[in-house]
Nanobody
Framework: VQLQASGGGLVQPGGSLRLSCKASGFTLDKNSIGWFRQAPGKEREGISCISWKDGRTYYRDSVKGRFTISRDDATNTVYLQMNSLKPEDTAVYYC??????????????????WGQGTQVTVSS
């Protein structure tokens, strides 16, 4: 099982980025996928997830209305579209695959497989 996160970069406040999480070794119809982030000196926090069962999505309050998670079963890829980015969104972003019994959760402990992380920096 592998997850490859990409798409990070430097963007000005108010800008947009789209992160990608390419999964291999399993299919997205078996494991829910979550996006997490970790800023320097802070704990890793869950920001969004998408259920393997019905595609239902869930967001952390601080990103609701700005971020959109989606999945493409044909390419086994999950995306995180991030709009209206703020300096406080600066962090390393990770995607992860949850245990099969998990449908929706932002709790890192229920995710067994993690990608390598991609840096997002929001600064003028």
């Amino acid at each position: 099982v592998q997850l490859q996160a990409s798409g990070g970069g430097l963007v000005q406040p108010g800008g947009s980025l789209r992160l990608s999480c390419k999964a291999s070794g399993f299919t997205l119809d078996k494991n829910s996928i979550g996006w997490f982030r970790q800023a320097p000196g802070k704990e890793r926090e869950g920001i969004s997830c998408i259920s393997w069962k019905d595609g239902r999505t869930y967001y952390r309050d601080s990103v609701k209305g700005r971020f959109t998670i989606s999945r493409d079963d044909a390419t086994n890829t999950v995306y995180l579209q991030m709009n209206s980015l703020k300096p406080e969104d600066t962090a390393v972003y990770y995607c992860a695959a949850a245990r099969p019994v998990v449908l929706i959760s932002l709790e890192p402990s229920v995710y067994d497989y993690w990608g390598q992380g991609t840096q997002v920096t929001v600064s003028s």
